[in-house]
């Protein structure tokens, strides 16, 4: 086993494969990065309808959420890879299928957290901020949602280390990631023990990071 | 959207035959990921709950270094990267006998067996430590003490956990048609080739998918209805 096949094809790996810096449309971080941020955002949206009132805003929620979670990512990304095209007319490129792909399969997950975090907030708050004059939205905004979030920081960040191991899959329709960088290296040069196992390493020390963030921000008594 | 549905190719020629194919080698596969990931899970999880150092370490380094890499990179390291480590013979053999197949069974069952044992840990640690004490005043030696009495009532309390696990390597072994191992979203993607009609196939395969999931959380409900030990359900949760 030799490191050198590593450190010949380092920047391309890291500088293109991982970080998605250059010219090229590619980089695992470039993916994971707005897959997370979108993903929570219409997991909000999505928890939310879910607790919904009206039934024709809740089921369709609870619909889309069991779909999803009963379905392979791969199968969604084949999904998208093939309907995008159809629908807009246009071919969009493997980065807009793959986010789409992401951020409408990861909001399935991202909602179901969602929901589980305002229900954790005691029915009494949202009574309060009714008496004191807050209205429904305003409650949600400045009292359910702010106490909600901390208690779904842990699972939170165990969904966005999940999203991010799953970045790799974009690398099946042709995205050049971390994953489909180390096989492009690997096609030329055979070193596939030396070349997968590196890779591995990468992604561990980023989400084994992520997940000592998250357990010390667990342990970290809430402000309120 | 100017898209000519025809879901006839859904049971004229080859295709039923080839998603029922890929139905039966997803549930193989599946199948024996699934008895490899619950035999290292507890192993793995019983372990990090010892006293012996050593071997809480090694435990610890299973679990965080294989379930913190995507599955897609384990397909690629046990197929690509471990077989030319092997002798020559060995190398043939398995190539001769479905390498794909054995790699994705590896990888899908190491990986969803350090994820099972934190469920099974949590389990563990979610029962009192004087049970564990009192099986030992008892005159259980330690062994016995894990496999009459912890293991017993931590297995019950982890089924809603476990059955999540459990679906999860199932929706993940379609990873495995990366590896070109001929699952049931390998053969849509097929139908798909074949037919020209990607619609209809993924609506097949999706349905295929949905349909084995709903059933197994349906059993898997039942069973933990059934096994359940009253009072005791609601602590993994708490805990």
Not at chain 1, 154 to 171: E, G, R
Not at chain 2, 95 to 104: C, L, R, S, T, Y
Request: proline share 5%; charged share 10%; net charge positive.
């Amino acid at each position: 086993m030799s490191l050198e096949v590593i450190t010949s094809n380092f920047q391309f790996l890291i500088v293109q494969g991982f970080f998605g810096l250059g010219s090229f449309a590619g980089g695992t971080l470039r993916l994971a990065v707005p897959a997370i941020v979108l993903g929570f955002l219409l997991g909000i949206f999505v928890g939310l309808a879910r607790l919904a009132a009206v039934p024709w805003i809740r089921i369709p929620a609870t619909i889309y959420v069991e779909f999803f979670r009963g379905v392979p990512l791969v199968m969604v990304i084949f999904w998208m890879w093939f309907i995008i095209p159809q629908l807009l007319q246009i071919p969009l490129p493997e980065y807009g299928v793959a986010l789409t792909a992401f951020v409408i399969f990861e909001a399935a997950y991202f909602g179901e957290i969602v929901r589980a975090g305002v229900q954790s907030v005691s029915g009494g708050q949202v009574e309060a901020a009714r008496a004191l004059g807050l209205t429904g939205v305003q409650s949600m905004a400045y009292v359910i949602l702010p106490q909600a979030l901390r208690n779904m920081i842990p699972a939170l960040v165990t969904q966005m280390i999940v999203l991010f191991k799953d970045t790799s899959l974009a690398s099946i329709i042709g995205y050049v990631d971390l994953t489909k960088a180390a096989q492009i290296v690997n096609n030329r040069e055979i070193k596939p023990f030396e070349l997968y196992l590196f890779i591995a390493v990468v992604y561990w020390v980023c989400t084994y990071s992520m997940s000592r963030l998250a357990r010390r921000m667990e342990r970290r008594p809430s402000p309120v | 959207m100017q898209y000519q549905f025809k879901w006839s190719v859904l049971w004229s020629g080859q295709s039923a035959g080839w998603l029922l194919q890929g139905l039966i080698t997803t549930l193989e596969l599946s199948a024996l990921a699934w008895i490899l990931a619950v035999c290292l899970g507890i192993l793995a999880g019983a372990l990090r709950t010892v006293t012996f150092a050593p071997l809480r370490a090694a435990a610890v380094f299973y679990v965080e270094f294989f379930r913190n890499v995507p599955l897609l990179v384990w397909m690629f390291f046990w197929y690509f990267g471990v077989p030319p480590l092997l002798p020559r013979v060995v190398q043939d053999w398995l190539f001769n006998h479905g390498a794909e197949f054995w790699a994705a069974v590896i990888a899908l069952g190491v990986y969803t067996g350090a994820r099972m044992s934190e469920v099974i840990r949590a389990g563990i640690l979610s029962i009192p430590r004087t049970q564990f004490e009192a099986s030992l005043a008892m005159g259980l030696t330690v062994g016995q003490a894990y496999r009459l009495i912890i293991l017993p009532i931590a297995l019950r309390l982890i089924v809603p956990p476990m059955t999540n696990e459990s679906l999860n390597l199932l929706k993940n072994s379609s990873v495995a048609l990366t590896i070109s191992v001929a699952e049931l979203t390998f053969q849509t993607r097929q139908v798909e080739t074949y037919t020209a009609k990607a619609i209809e196939a993924l609506t097949a395969g999706t349905l295929i998918y949905l349909v084995l999931c709903l059933g197994i959380a349906t059993v898997m409900s039942r069973l933990e209805r059934r096994f359940a030990i009253p009072g005791l359900i609601a602590r993994v949760g708490a805990g």
